[in-house]
């Protein structure tokens, strides 16, 4: 009996928590490089976690259809998406923003550089090559025209990025992402959003990347 009542307190307890929509708070898990990693030549001191956006399919609005265009006759929202390094987990999300906007764009306008310390910066792609002060990008160039240095420095931000891809993975496999939402109803879409961030969230506890 005492083993079901602790069981009972304990799903009460998460479901509150995991239907408390103001409680999305951004937390930090700042990567710690060791001695190895000290060697590599980091633009800045602290990469501390991984940008990207992921897409959500809308209906075609009635009007200013053309701000939310992200294909031939397909229409969305983006979110942006911040993923720690080291323990991964999902440590940013803002949003909905209109499908059409360019993924730096919304990072200059987003509160995600307030959040980084002056020694801190993200991974990033190369879009946002040009905020050299919160972003660490990969160099641009080919492969052959790289030196191996350079391969090598480009190779360990894309083989991080595949992180933040595959939690985007999830999230989409979830029935929310799948279904074609209206514009109207985009206020109760992301708070369903920050409910699926928790949900990855406890999930990678259990079923981490790996």
Known sequence: MLLM???????RSFVVHIFSFSSFQVSMFIFQLD?????????YQVP??????????????????????VGTNKFGVKYEIGLSLG???????????????RDDTI???????????????ALADKIY????????????GHRYT???????????????????????????NMTIFKAIW??????????????TCKLVNLLLMFEPLG
């Open 182 to 195: 209206t514009k109207k109803n985009l206020d109760l879409h992301f708070k369903c959003t920050k409910i």
């Open 87 to 101: 323990m991964a987990h999902i440590c940013w999300l803002s949003g909905p923003w209109k499908g059409a906007a």
């Open 48 to 69: 501390c976690m991984i940008v990207d956006t992921y897409t959500c399919q809308i209906q075609q609005p009635e009007n200013e259809s053309w701000q939310f265009l």
């Open 146 to 172: 790289l030196t191996d240095e350079e391969n090598n420095y480009n190779f360990l931000i894309y083989s991080a990025r595949q992180n933040v891809e595959r939690v985007i993975e999830r999230l989409q």
């Open 35 to 43: 001695v190895e990693e000290q060697k590599i030549d980091w633009p």
């Open 5 to 11: 009542s602790l069981i009972e307190h304990y799903l």
């Open 129 to 140: 090559r040009h905020d050299k002060i919160s972003f660490v990008c990969p160099l641009s």
């Open 107 to 121: 990072a200059s306008t987003s509160k995600l550089k307030d959040i980084l310390n002056p020694d801190e910066a």
